[in-house]
């Protein structure tokens, strides 16, 4: 594929704003929303402790306060932005935690109160593969026909080994099947990645990224692992020392992650997510602006754009 052929504005991927703004005609942002919910790697269904890396706040640090009523919080979490965002378009996103793991009434009364929001023009949940089941995904289909709805998944790696470190708790079978029911839908899927947990070198993400690319999904986050305060992760850490990737080896994997990764899928993120205040390592990535700019100078210099080295 030539350079040519593919262009994203000024990025060399496939940017979620650039997609946005062609999709919607408009930027949207993101609103963190709190629906309250709680995960079966944390209430003892599955574990206690959750996976390794989640922080207290369930991954979605950042979200309102659950006890409003949704059309409250969307309401707050504008005020929240509107020094930076001046539009009037925003992506209801609920992050915290897994947000179909709750009775269907409860969902249906959630999603919908976000959903008919007149500003909000997408649904966005953050969930686990094994917690959609047919009601949900009635659910999901009924409300993707009001506005697209996006699913996110934490995959996060492929590799077995990295699953049971992380302590995801299902099997690769289980993403496959949720992709699939979920596209079968028309339901738009983004699938988290998390770059540079203790098991793997670059080889294992790219082995990643390659399966990724033969599944039906439209997104993606590539996500640096964050190493946050009072995690088992910190623990170790703090025990074990183990390396985290410096910024360098950080843009280098990443570069490749992007240049294997299939042009079509959205880059919804390509730094970590974590609350400065919790960040213990890797330190530089506390300033994401910097992470970006070189990130975007990296894949200049070295001629990089999405799905260089792709191959179907
Ligand atoms: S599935 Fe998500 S919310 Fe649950 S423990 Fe893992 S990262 Fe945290």
């Known amino acids: 594929m030539s350079r040519q052929t593919v262009y994203w504005g000024e990025k060399r991927y496939h940017s979620l704003d650039y997609y946005l703004k062609n999709r919607f005609g408009q930027k949207l942002y993101k609103l963190s929303l709190n629906g309250g919910m709680t995960c079966p790697n944390r209430d003892g269904t599955l574990g ?34 509107d020094k930076k965002y001046f539009g009037s378009a925003y992506i209801a996103y609920f992050q915290a935690y897994t947000n179909t793991y709750a009775p269907c009434k409860t ?59 992380i302590r995801r708790g299902y099997d690769l079978t289980v993403f496959e099947n949720a992709v699939s029911i979920l596209r079968k839908h028309g339901i738009e899927v983004i699938t988290h990645v998390i770059l540079g947990l203790p098991t793997e070198e670059e080889r294992h993400m790219l082995d990643t990224i390659r399966y990724l690319n033969t599944m039906d999904i439209q997104g993606i986050k590539l996500q640096l692992l964050h190493i946050l305060k009072n995690t088992d992760l910190a ?20 570069g490749q992650c992007i240049a294997n990764l299939r042009p079509d899928i959205v880059v919804h993120r390509l730094t970590g997510d974590g609350p400065r205040s919790l960040l213990l390592a890797p330190s530089w990535s506390s300033d994401k602006r910097r992470v970006l ?8 210099q070295n001629d990089i754009w999405q799905g260089k080295e792709f191959k179907k």
């Open 235 to 254: 623990s170790l850490y703090e025990q074990q020392r183990f390396p985290v990737l410096s910024m360098e080896d950080y843009l280098k994997i990443t």
């Open 107 to 165: 969902l249906r009364k959630i999603f919908t109160s976000a959903i008919n929001h007149p500003d909000i023009h997408v649904l966005s949940v953050a969930t686990r593969p094994d917690c959609i089941d047919d009601e949900v995904l009635s659910l999901l289909d009924e409300l993707n026909r009001i506005k697209p709805v996006w699913i996110e998944l934490g995959l996060q790696s492929i590799h077995e080994r990295t699953a049971r470190f």
């Open 293 to 300: 700019n070189q990130m975007q100078a990296y894949l200049k």
């Open 48 to 81: 206690t402790r959750g996976c390794i890396f989640c922080s207290q706040g369930g991954s979605g640090d950042f979200a309102a306060n659950p006890s409003l009523p949704i059309t409250e919080q969307i309401d707050t979490a504008k005020k929240q932005v």
